[in-house]
Nanobody, 126 residues
Framework: EVQLVESGGGLVQAGGSLRLSCVAS????????IGWFRQAPGKEREGVSC????????YYRESVKGRFTISSDNAKNTVYLQMNSLKPEDTAVYYC???????????????????WGKGTLVTVSS
């Protein structure tokens, strides 16, 4: 069974940084994509960034390009989301999700994900 456990959320001032971690387990192959999604109060869940294990390709939401970086440490089965220059509008519950199995890349869409973590809250104060 695939399990995803997030950590690293918290309260930070605008302009600050946080690093989220997602420890993944239960994959029997290396054909998966892992992504970060977020949901702010009263809004729909949206894709933030995803990475494919097949080709290492990554996707970023336009509003986070240049500020967020997704990376993976295969030895630790962990995917990270480094978030810099945080803005109040980045405030949300951040979820780790996995699409598994995949053939190539991922569309990084909510509906394409098969497994979800429980989420970690990120609050950015102004």
């Amino acid at each position: 069974e695939v399990q995803l456990v997030e950590s690293g959320g918290g309260l930070v001032q605008a302009g600050g940084s946080l690093r989220l971690s997602c420890v993944a387990s239960g994959f029997t192959g290396d054909d998966f994509a892992i992504g970060w999604f977020r949901q702010a109060p009263g809004k729909e869940r949206e894709g933030v960034s995803c990475i494919s294990s097949i080709d290492g390709g990554s996707y970023y939401r336009e509003s986070v390009k240049g500020r967020f970086t997704i990376s993976s440490d295969n030895a630790k089965n962990t995917v990270y989301l480094q978030m810099n220059s945080l803005k109040p509008e980045d405030t949300a519950v951040y979820y780790c999700a996995a699409e598994y199995p995949i053939v190539a890349g991922t569309t990084c869409e909510t509906y394409s994900m098969d497994y979800w973590g429980k989420g970690t809250l990120v609050t950015v104060s102004s």
